[in-house]
């Protein structure tokens, strides 16, 4: 899909900056294109150093041209991209530990996407510029670790919030009221704070981090087959199919058929004409 997209995805080198960056991804759109994100359970902190990019609205009716710099906050939600032809992009995915972090006071609001400057700061925001100009940006994670280390120091941890989140991840809890019961809460307690956190039920939050989870592991081992999906915690093949219509609106073999990138978070849906 070189054609449509020049696509690179680097993990942060540096473990500091590894407990809130999962992954940098570099887009260079060489045509316009019609994309769909996968929910995963992550933040996608976007800087747009070249062209727009539009996002349907919640009624499906328009495509709206969106902030040159924002954040999709973690949904169980899908979305449709109109991109345009020669755009350029770095997006930072955030992994939800970010929360913990002070400067991370995200809005209480039900949009997908919201105008967000954090972590892209003047500083940073001329340095990819720079880069991007070069016509050939270097992708080393050195550079970037640099810039995000000195914006995410000192990182604080709330305690209560980095223990949840590892009983969400952890694969070995097959509901919610097995991490209830591991976080001593009760389970009313559990729904209060995973929805002021996350915005999300503590159900959702487990579907779609279980779901990333899997979907990242058959995307880059694409010789397993599905029943390798029971290993996170689906009950039987049938199980994981049913998420994966939940989720994504559409059927495994259709997911992974139309997620051409080289990465598990976007699908390609048409080429614009």
């Known amino acids: 899909m070189s054609d449509i997209l020049n696509l690179v995805e680097i993990s942060p080198q540096d473990p500091t900056v590894a407990l809130h960056i999962d992954r940098y991804q570099f887009y260079d759109f060489e045509k316009a294109a019609y994309l769909k994100t996968v929910p995963n359970g992550k933040f996608d902190a976007y800087h747009v ?3 727009i990019f539009c ?3 919640q009624d499906g009716k328009s495509f709206d041209e969106v902030p040159k710099t924002g954040l999709f906050r973690a ?10 032809a020669g755009m350029k992009c770095i997006n930072i995915k955030l992994k939800i530990s970010t929360l913990a972090h002070p400067d ?12 967000f400057s954090f972590p892209y700061t003047d500083e940073i925001k001329l340095v990819i510029d720079e880069r991007w100009s070069r016509k050939q940006p270097e992708f080393e994670a050195d550079w970037l670790d640099e810039l995000f280390k000195e914006v995410l120091a000192p ?3 709330d305690a209560r919030v980095t223990k949840v989140l590892e009983e969400f991840t952890n694969l070995g809890h097959e509901d919610v009221s097995s991490i209830s019961r591991s976080l001593h809460m009760t389970p009313k307690a559990l729904y209060r704070f995973v929805k002021k956190h996350f915005s ?16 990242s592991y058959l995307k880059k081992n694409p ?3 599905l029943v390798e999906a029971l290993s996170f915690g689906y009950y039987d093949q049938s199980h994981f199919v049913k998420e994966c219509r939940k989720i994504t ?6 997911l992974f058929s139309e997620m051409r990138f080289g990465t598990n978070d976007l699908v390609l849906k048409m080429q614009q004409k």
């Open 49 to 51: 150093s070249h062209g």
């Open 55 to 57: 996002l349907l609205d």
């Open 75 to 84: 949904s169980n939600e899908s979305a449709l991209l109109r991109i345009e």
């Open 104 to 115: 991370f006071r995200f809005p209480v609001t039900d949009q997908l996407l919201f105008p």
């Open 155 to 157: 990182l604080p941890t």
């Open 200 to 215: 999300l039920s503590p159900k959702q939050l487990k579907d779609v981090v279980r779901f990333d989870q899997t979907t």
């Open 223 to 225: 010789s397993k087959s």
């Open 249 to 254: 609106g559409l059927s495994p073999r259709e």
